[in-house]
């Protein structure tokens, strides 16, 4: 989930600096604590960093150096015991806020940044450097956050859709799934996500996970994407992928690229959220499948570890020296770190 108060207050701040009524870091570290929340939100749970793709715009394929681990079930319901959904009242200032400021509402058509503001800014995310479907616990997990009152997500390979335990998935109350495909030409597709990838089989098996939804009448709602890699031919593979799915019950866009600091072809982004300064370090806390609450999903290799779930709470890791320091960073933009080297988004020190 997003912290939506604070992702709503975080204008304020922005319009004090525009104003300089926020000229200093202690004054704009102060404004920021002000408007944070007292309690953590967390993003995502990367519930497992195992995958077999070897997809060559992810780093994990050529950077990602730390042991492949999965959650266990345990730390899982400790982590999702000390939070909270989303209120009512919560949400129905929020869609009034994204109509306002981004002129985009809840029952419009599906684009990147309608997933962002009415999809990512309500679920608990179940996927970091690894594909969820090689979790075999997964079905467990979501049960655990339907049972809570949460919605959960997470994005995978439909290459490696097991339609038994996908089809437990939504049975327990899955209430977003993400299957990525970048071609509907297998030898194109594989070229980008690697030998265990495909497109044909894949369609075979969404069609099936769509029918079983539709035979039980489960609301799971199936989203379809294809990045934008700044590709030659790319609009035209994304008009035949459309095609391919037409009249099915999907929500199917066009991504633009999350993270592309180590790529060569540097090619902007659509994306409000990339767009955006970042506010995660105030917003919003990543756990890790070893348990390490770190800065952001984007953080392959844990550089920035904020605490461990295993012996603190979140409220003290959040509360924390660590993250203290962490948000300082943000606006020193000190170099050297992850945010400042290997990101894309900006930091709000600069600003300053």
Known sequence: MLDINFYMKFDEVLKQLETKEIVDKDQLFDALEKIRSTEPVVYNIETTNRCNMRCKMCPRTTMMTRKIEDIDRETFLKVVDQLKPHGADEWERWKTYCKEKYGIREEDEPSENHFFLYIISKVIQLHGYGDPLLDKNMHEYIQILHDRGFYSYFSCNPANINLELTYKMLDAGLDYIKYSIESVDDAVHKTIRGEQSNFSESYQKIQEVLDYK???????????????????????????????????????????????????????????????????????????????????????????????????????????????????????????????????????????
């Open 214 to 352: 539709h035979k039980h009448n489960l609301h799971t709602t199936v989203v379809i994407t294809m990045l934008d890699l700044n590709r030659t031919n790319q609009q035209e593979d994304y008009e035949k992928l459309m095609a391919a799915f037409e009249g099915m019950d999907v929500y199917i866009y066009l991504k633009s690229e999350d993270c592309q600091w180590y790529r060569k072809d540097f090619h902007g982004t659509k994306s409000i959220h990339w767009s955006e300064i970042c506010k995660h370090p105030w917003m919003t806390m990543t756990i890790k499948s070893n348990g390490e609450a770190t800065m952001c999903m984007e953080d392959f290799n844990n550089e920035i570890i904020l605490g461990d779930v295993h012996n603190q709470s979140l409220k003290e890791i959040w509360d924390g020296e660590e993250y203290r320091q962490f948000r300082r960073n943000h606006i020193e933009v000190k170099k050297g770190i992850k945010c400042s080297e290997q990101c894309d988004m900006k930091l709000i020190g600069e600003l300053l």
